[in-house]
């Protein structure tokens, strides 16, 4: 073993896909960031944990209407994700400049995209740890999949611009003995 840099140790444990988030402000403007610093925290409700801090123009948005679309984008869709990420809604209509297509969601204001494997309707349920940690926790009211899209690779990042691409699958289902209320 040889040290590892502590601050390249987000890197090595990287929990969820590459993201898009997606936010409506009152006035009904959307906004669509990329993000990767995601994590489920429990299975019902469904809750997530988003990091976002006040240098993304979406901050502001999610703090009045407390609420937001996580779509997650298949691996075809990479190069549009990492563009998105590299510009700002406060200079751009990204909707527009990335060629992304803005559904209507059940039950907020912020759009789905249409691009993606699934959109996540996320209303905020505890903002207690932004100030400190920028952690936002979600609770999925909605989920919608896309089962047009023909690739359902999804990506992840590992910083530095370096990202893998989810692989081969292994079903192992029926060793789920202790947690067969997660077995479809």
């Not at 997606?22 to 009904?28: M, N, P």
């Not at 469904?46 to 948005?61: D, F, Q, R």
């Not at 059940?106 to 400190?132: F, I, Q, T």
């Not at 690739?151 to 893998?164: D, K, P, Q, S, V």
Request: aromatic content about 8%; some cysteine.
């Amino acid at each position: 073993m040889k040290t590892y840099p502590l601050d390249k140790v987000y890197r090595l444990i990287e929990p969820g896909p590459v993201l898009l988030v997606t936010t409506a402000d009152a006035k009904g403007a959307a906004n669509v960031m990329t993000a990767s610093w995601v994590v489920m925290m429990d299975f019902t409700p469904p809750l997530i944990g988003l990091s976002l801090g006040p240098w993304n123009h979406s901050y502001a948005v999610l703090r009045s209407t407390k609420e937001c679309v996580i779509a997650i984008p298949g691996v075809d869709l990479i190069s549009r994700v990492v563009a998105i990420g590299n510009c700002s809604g406060a200079d751009a209509d990204k909707f527009a400049k990335f060629k992304l297509t803005a559904l209507p969601a059940g039950k907020v204001h912020a759009p789905l995209v249409a691009e993606c494997l699934h959109n996540l309707e996320c209303r905020v349920v505890d903002a207690r740890m932004v100030g400190k940690y920028n952690l936002w926790v979600l609770e999925a009211v909605a989920a919608w999949e896309n089962p047009e899209r023909k690739e359902r690779r999804i990506f992840h990042a590992h910083g530095n611009g370096i990202f893998h691409v989810q692989g081969r699958t292994h079903d192992l289902q029926k060793e789920m003995t202790r947690w067969q209320e997660f077995v479809d």
